[in-house]
């Protein structure tokens, strides 16, 4: 390969695009990490399944769970069944279920191997609940399945909760139900509406401050059976407001995909320790697991400027994966898995592959390049000029 790929460019013309070609370190084996970190893993879906691929899953699991066997060699946990594995965008509860079990099984023969397990409603159509009780059974019909499986849970944002809820007081029985329940801590996520518009409003509040002030009620009231929670908003002064209040034993899990490296590696300032870092649950981390691991375990070591230097060149390519319309991100996320040779094709559950521009695509491949996050440059460009081919685009 020459290096060299004619890629289309934002004013719509045609450039010559010459790669770095340097990909980011990978760490050492055994390395350790001062933070725990998940990331959110995509689904391989299965492109030769006979379904109509807008209403049905259809999975490839020996490609998706050998995603997870890469990530947690690693050293990344895996948060399972996510809104990354298009859970609410193509991903039903039925085979979200089957995801987890799956990922469950594998991670018993894997030493140290984290999972997290999405738990939410999204079997209950919004349309179709009346009431809080019937979120808060739906909720319990997933808490139930997943720990029968021997799960970790994670509380996902509900699009049913949002329908019926007539305040924050509703929010607060329905999580008070659940965290009642449960037989081990769990993560709870906020997931603002640039990732789902449905939740707009979320903990019975458009206002930023008072959804806050209520889930941190919540998680007080509830402390001992809270990990953390993992926001989704995109805004890290909101994200280091809220984890100086958190309590004692509860962590931070950052989701904000446009500056999680300045808040992985923390101010250090707060009451606690907690309050002066986040751990990390990312989508972004699937998409640059190599350079993300190894970036962890420079942190571990001591080494925050070696961190910054590996992390800093991902922030733009991320913030262009999670460009708005936001939701679209995992388009992003399973190209860089094809474009790095882990998956064989580029195609995704309920037709995803198609929601982003083939400008948007190219500038994700020149920021891919510069980041060191294509781990087979050849391979990447090969791929990348088939993919253009197809949108008539021919490199000769």
Known sequence: MSGRILLPTQAGGLETYALRGVPAPRPAGGAAFNRIAYSAAHVVADPLAVVDPWVESAIDWDATIGYRRHLWSLGLGVAE?????QRGMGLDW????????????AARDVPGARVASGCGTDHLAPEAARTVDDVIAAYEEQVGAIEALGGKLIMMASRAL???ARGPDDYARVYGRILEQVREPVILHWLGDMFDPQLRGYWGSEDISRAMDTALQVIAAHAGKVDGIKISLLDKDREIEMRRRLPAGVRMYTGDDFNYAELIAGDGAGELPTHGQSDALLGIFDAIA????AALAALGQGDTARFHEILAPTVPLSRHIFAAPTRFYKTGVVFMAWLNGRQSHFSMVGGQQSTRSVQHMAELFRLADQAGVLEQPDLAIERMGQWLAVHGIHQS
């Open 94 to 105: 039925a085979t979200s279920l089957e995801l987890i079990r799956r990922s469950l099984d």
């Open 162 to 164: 949002v329908r019926v």
């Open 290 to 293: 190599p350079a993300a691991s």
């Open 81 to 85: 069944a996510m809104d990354t594995a």
